[in-house]
Structure formats: C-alpha cells, structure tokens
C-alpha cells in the first residue's frame, strides 16, 4: 500500500517509520515548540500536531489513528474521540486529540510519541433502505444482551 507523506518542514519533524519489523502501526510524535511543552491537566483535552500529512494513492483506504498502550495504561493518556478516523481524501496535517484520564497533569513535549497509526482497506457499503429486517437468534438485544461469560 502506497502512501505519500508530507513533512511539514514548517514543524521540523522528520520522516515517521515503523518501530519493528513486525509494528502494525507507526508513532506518531507530537510536533509542538520545544520550549513551549503542553500540559494536559486532569480530565482535559488537548489537540496535538503532528508535523505531518498523508496522501494514500488509493481511495479505498483508511488511515486509523489509535492510543499508544503504554500511555493509555500507564499515563490514563488516551484519544479523546476513542479513535481517528482520516479519510483518503484528507490532505491536512494531522493532528491527535489526547485525552488525560489520570488524576495527574501530564507533560507533551516536543517529538513525544503520542499515538499511533495503521493503514486499512476500506470497503463501501451500499445502503439500500428496507421497511423491516431479517430475523436472527439475537434479535435487537444489545449493550450486553449475550452475557459476560
């Protein structure tokens, strides 16, 4: 899968790469002024910059923005939309929304990991309205209807 990547030089960054022989994701580093690290208070918010924009020479894929495990375990740092969603089309700089679910300030300073991303294929659906739905075992039960165990 072909992907062309912008380094926006105006940020400094350099060029992301796979950590691993076996990463299914690349970091993404957090491209803000070295002298102005951005802390993300308890229960706040903060969109990070990442110095980078992408361009998929396909239209059927997606790139998925996900936490980086470590800090979401560790740290209680997480993405504030849960994941990111960058459409193929998109040719912005792509930022990170972090998300501080720690009872602890924490500190983003430049060239941090803060969160990772994976390319995908994208399959688009057809939607066809119908008045009703076929029948299955399961029904409408959800938000838990099959049990824990």
């Known amino acids: 899968m072909d992907i062309n990547v912008k380094v926006l030089l105006s940020r400094g960054m350099t060029m992301p790469a796979y950590a691993t022989e076996g ?21 706040e918010r903060a969109l990070i910059p990442t110095g980078m924009a992408i361009s998929p020479e396909a239209k059927d894929v997606v790139a998925i923005v996900a936490a980086r495990s470590g800090l979401a375990i560790k740290k209680g740092i997480c993405l ?11 040719r912005g700089e792509i930022c990170v929304g972090l998300f501080n679910t720690s009872s602890e300030p924490f500190v983003v300073n430049r060239g941090d990991r803060i969160a990772q991303m994976m390319f995908m294929p994208v399959l688009a659906a057809k939607l066809t309205e119908a008045l009703s739905l ?16």
């Open 23 to 43: 990463s299914a994701a690349i970091d993404l580093r957090a491209a803000i002024d070295e002298n102005s690290p951005v802390t993300i208070a308890p229960g």
């Open 80 to 90: 504030s939309n849960g994941i990111g969603v960058i459409d193929s089309d998109y």
């Open 134 to 149: 076929d029948e299955t075992a399961r029904g409408a039960g959800g938000f838990g209807s099959t049990g824990v165990k």
